[in-house]
């Protein structure tokens, strides 16, 4: 049985979509252009995983804090250092990194840890 995709991922998507028209049509809102669509990409990236994991590939997997990080890392040198450098139009910019790093800690915390505490209360209380 495949799993939903999660109507947080789907809203993701959404507002991402508004984003990216707001900017081809030269509306630029600051805070929500530069970091809002920075902070929400490793989330995103990270429930993707999960979900071709579990809901298509059918493995019960659940993200750890070293794949979150991991994954702050990855995305930090593909967008920010790596791109930056094959096309004009990235910009390298450490406060990208740290709407990464800000957007997978609550994503951690939010969802993969509270998961956790809840799989581990219940695991104490039926034994």
């Known amino acids: 049985m495949k799993k939903r995709i999660s109507y947080w991922f789907l809203l993701g998507l959404t507002v991402w979509g508004v984003i990216i028209l707001l900017r081809r049509n030269g509306t630029v809102i600051p805070i929500i252009n530069d970091y809002f669509t920075d902070c929400i990409s490793v989330p995103m990236y ?9 809901g298509i590939l ?10 979150v990080l991991t994954s ?8 920010e250092v790596l791109c930056p450098k094959l096309s ?40």
């Not at 993707?48 to 994991?53: D, F, H």
């Not at 702050?72 to 967008?79: E, G």
């Open 58 to 67: 059918g493995y019960q997997w659940k993200p750890d804090l070293k794949f």
């Open 88 to 127: 004009a139009h990235f910009t390298g910019d450490f406060l990208d990194v740290l709407a990464y790093f800000a957007g997978g800690m609550m994503y951690y915390f939010l969802t993969v840890r509270r998961s956790l505490v809840k799989y581990k209360k219940a695991g104490s209380s039926t034994s």
């Open 72 to 79: 702050v890392l990855y995305l930090s040198f593909l967008f």
């Open 46 to 54: 990270c429930y993707l995983i999960e979900y071709i994991m579990n």
